[in-house]
Nanobody
């Protein structure tokens, strides 16, 4: 029922900028945290940035000072502003969200589920 859809990936020159978006939809009560991960060919998937419901943020050391994560809680959307892009940033970027959903088990309860988007490709090359 919950779906995450990413957008904004593109081919960009070194030093350029991109803004990624991820919108969550479905039977969502709330979202505790959203984040961006990336995976380059031959490498493991890594955390790029994450933001909590209280706007606490975490960034990979490699992107600090260049990337900014933000969210619009009303739209269940997270953004990743990427500036000063480097070839090393080339990867498939995935959106992740810890989503609170309601379920029925004799009564109604709430639980948190992890969801992933399908990914959006970012390529930094001259």
């Amino acid at each position: 029922q919950v779906q995450l859809v990413e957008s904004g990936g593109a081919l960009v020159q070194p030093g350029g900028s991109l803004r990624l978006s991820c919108a969550a939809s479905g039977s969502i009560v709330s979202i505790n945290a959203m984040g961006w991960y990336r995976q380059a060919p031959g490498k493991e998937r890594e955390l790029v940035a994450r933001i909590t419901s209280s706007d606490n943020t975490n960034y990979a050391d490699s992107v600090k000072g260049r990337f900014t994560i933000s969210r619009d809680n009303a739209k269940n959307t997270v953004y990743l502003q990427m500036n000063s892009l480097k070839p090393e940033d080339t990867a498939l970027y995935y959106c992740n969200a810890d989503v609170v959903v309601r379920f029925y088990g004799g009564s109604y309860y709430y639980r948190t589920e992890a969801h992933w988007g399908q990914g959006t490709q970012v390529t930094v090359s001259s």
